[in-house]
């Protein structure tokens, strides 16, 4: 028991008291930083002592000092560090144990085979103890092969304890998922790997064969095609997409409105099918339909059996055909009878002349040229004017099934709107009630039209206002493929104009006219300006023309 010197009392619990005079209570630092380093503190030199001076020891005894005090207090330490640890994923890392085996599966109600042997390989990977079990694909095995297990951990027994590669060995039967599984042999890597580790292997085994497959084996018939310059394969790789093509002239003269119409004739060399085209024109009133005759292999003999029987309803089979048309039978200059209709061949193309150069060369080729005109150009026949509207108006009738208005010179009319050449007329008759009529003649210089207005007259009994609507007149004598109009150089003085059956006389015109028409002197005759010059007083139409003009627009 030790004792309490500060107090003579024994050192137990209730015997011990607090120094109440002691104020420091911290422990005294040993270590000390300089420049960033950890160094021991040297301790404090008192009053009366030596201090150590930092000559009498050399660095190295220093240095050695600081390492010894460890092992001078505690001793020496005898433990190791530990190695570095790998983990698992990293140390087997693509590390795969390879084994070879089989299993055998019953066969029930079969009298062939009663069982199979199915071979398997097992894959150990070593980096996370998992198996995976594949069976190699066999050919027309008819069995859905591949990966039987897929990977994972699998068990061993009913408790849970998993498999791993120490339990794996050569010559050993596993049991995954009901199904017992033999062991036969494994690969060079695998056999160096358990023999690295410890283990011995078995004596390598061999995977019995299935009786089945050797039985099938040895029964199996080998056929080896005859080579033929005919087969179908051979044909369809040597001539896919090789056509000879012929411009032909289908005579069609025989059958009523018949005429003689353009096709061209395709012949494909793979399986000696013809097709016809027929050429079709713009507005030659026939429907387009693609093809006149659509692919297909046409006979050329047919045998007698058959050709009693009628041939509207005769479906001709292959074995019913004695020949069908080859290339020899299309001869360019000649004609070719096609399902009962006759076809000239007048030219070819450059890929069908060089083949029957290469293949054919005693068959001639003569092209020659024809007329592929389907309909001779007719003549369009105007109808004679019928009286009805304008000439042009009525022509538009004639030019197409929906009439569209006549075009106009929009030129001129920007160019010439609101010129109106105004002329004073009477009216050319034999009925003495007509003698006093008087009319305004406006010819429109923009469209060439001509309005009449006739002046009221009191008391004549003849209500005046709009003889003739504007419209183009056109002279006496002139036709309807050649119309000629009135134009104000037929316009002068004293001249006749005949309009729809009245006769009006010029007697006068306007200052304006005057003025026009000599600004326009090298398209009016001399003698419609004198007429015009030497007109009596052409100031007093003036009244009667603006009058005349006034009512007109009103």
Not at 90 to 101: E, N, Q, S
Not at 137 to 157: A, C, D, F, H, Y
Not at 251 to 277: F, M, N, W
Not at 534 to 544: F, G, I, N, R
Request: aromatic residues 10%; negative net charge; hydrophobic residues 30%.
């Amino acid at each position: 028991m030790s004792i309490n010197t500060g107090h003579g009392l024994p050192f137990l619990p209730g015997n011990t008291f607090r120094d109440l005079t002691k104020s420091a209570f911290h422990r005294a630092q040993t270590l000390d930083f300089k420049n960033g380093y950890a160094q021991p503190r040297r301790p404090a030199v008192g009053i009366g002592q030596e201090p150590l001076l930092s000559v009498n020891i050399s660095h190295s005894e220093r240095n050695q000092l600081i390492t010894d005090i460890p092992n001078l207090t505690y001793g020496t330490d005898r433990s190791h560090l530990p190695l570095e640890f790998i983990p698992a994923h990293a140390a087997y890392d693509k590390k795969v144990l390879r084994f070879y085996g089989y299993f055998r599966q019953e066969v029930l109600h079969s009298r062939d085979e009663h069982f199979r042997i199915r071979p398997v390989v097992f894959y150990y990977h070593l980096e996370d103890d998992s198996i995976c079990v594949t069976e190699p694909p066999v050919e027309n095995s008819g069995i859905p092969q591949g990966k039987l297990i897929k990977r994972q951990r699998l068990s061993k027994s009913p408790r849970g304890d998993l498999y791993h590669w120490k339990d794996l060995n050569v010559g050993m039967d596993i049991n995954l998922f009901g199904e017992a599984y033999r062991i036969t042999h494994c690969d060079p890597f695998t056999q160096d790997f358990m023999e690295s580790q410890g283990i011995v292997l078995n004596e390598f085994e061999s995977i019995p064969s299935d009786p089945y497959t050797t039985r099938r084996a040895h029964n199996q018939q080998t056929h080896i095609t005859p080579f033929d310059h005919n087969h179908q394969l051979e044909r369809f790789l040597a001539l896919d997409r090789q056509v000879l093509r012929f411009f032909a002239l289908w005579d069609d003269s025989d059958s009523l409105y018949g005429e003689k119409r353009p096709v061209t004739l395709h012949y494909y060399l793979v399986d000696d099918s013809v097709e016809i085209c027929e050429h079709h024109e713009a507005n030659s009133g026939r429907d387009p339909f693609p093809v006149l005759l659509r692919r297909q292999k046409i006979p050329k003999h047919i045998k007698p059996t058959c050709e009693p029987f009628p041939s509207c309803v005769l479906e001709v089979s292959p074995h019913d055909v004695k020949e069908f048309f080859c290339p020899q039978d299309f001869r360019v200059g000649e004609e070719v009878n096609l399902m009962g209709r006759r076809f000239l061949l007048y030219d070819c193309d450059d890929f069908t002349h060089k083949y029957y150069q290469h293949h054919y060369p005693d068959i001639p080729i003569r092209p020659f040229t024809v007329d592929t005109r389907t309909q001779q150009d007719i003549k369009r026949v105007i109808p004679p004017y019928n009286g009805f509207g304008s000439l042009e108006d009525s022509l538009q009738n004639c030019l197409s099934l929906i009439p569209q208005p006549p075009k106009k010179d929009v030129i001129k009319l920007l160019e010439n709107d609101h010129k109106v050449l105004r002329y004073a007329a009477r009216l050319d008759s034999q009925n003495p009630l007509d003698e006093g009529r008087r009319f305004i003649l406006s010819f429109h210089f923009a469209d060439d039209m001509i309005s009449i207005f006739e002046k009221s007259t009191r008391n004549s009994g003849i209500i005046g206002g709009k003889f003739l609507e504007k419209t183009r007149i056109p002279k006496p004598g002139s036709t309807a493929e050649k119309p000629e109009y009135y134009q104000p150089a037929d316009l002068c003085v004293g001249a006749t104009v005949e309009v729809f059956g009245h006769r009006f006389v010029v007697t006068d015109a306007d200052r304006f006219v005057l003025s026009f028409l000599e600004s326009q002197s090298h398209q009016t005759p001399e003698h419609t300006l004198s007429s015009l010059r030497h007109a009596a007083d052409p100031q007093q139409l003036h009244p009667e023309c603006d009058e005349a003009a006034v009512l007109q627009q009103n």
